[in-house]
């Protein structure tokens, strides 16, 4: 992981976010204009702003209220990127967001990412939608459970 001083410019991350704005949903795809999933969008990101995906991505279940043991993609980001607490989080940022509820003894994972863009916005990919750029609303904004910063290349 690199160090908090590497990190990229988030102008940068937030002009290579809204580029793939209007890029049609497509389930685990990471194509500009093509198709992608919200993980499809922040690899593309990753591309773009810092080079060539340090490992492939296995595939994994559409199912936002998956439950389990382990933040898999929470553990995945760590070991890329560095970690910062949701409060922290600025335009720019990774953010992962725990779609389901946690009940005992069953604990909803973190399953979809978004990138903010502003205070109150962020541009994810959604289905039916695609990627799209919205309010942060309050609703959303509850859902955060992990943030990211992308670093320089």
């Known amino acids: 992981m ?34 992608c999933d919200c993980l499809g969008l922040a690899r593309g ?17 559409r199912d936002w209220g998956e439950t389990g043991p382990r933040e898999v993609l929470a553990e995945g980001a760590r070991q890329m990127m560095p970690e910062i607490t949701p409060t922290e989080a600025g335009p720019g940022a990774l953010i ?14 973190a399953k ?19 990627v799209v750029e919205q309010t942060l609303t309050p609703a959303w904004a509850r859902k955060i459970a992990f943030a990211f910063l992308f670093p320089r290349d």
């Open 45 to 61: 990101v990753w591309r773009e702003v810092v080079g060539d995906e340090p490992f492939p991505i296995p595939p994994y279940s």
């Open 2 to 35: 690199k160090s908090r001083a590497a990190v990229a410019d988030p102008a940068l991350v937030i002009a290579v976010a809204r580029s793939w704005i209007g890029t049609p949903y497509h389930d685990q795809a990471s194509l500009r204009g093509v198709g």
């Open 96 to 109: 992962l967001f725990r779609m389901g509820r946690s009940t005992a003894p069953t604990r909803a994972i």
């Open 112 to 130: 979809h990412v978004g990138i903010l863009t502003g205070p109150d916005r962020f541009i994810h990919a959604y289905e039916r939608l695609g």
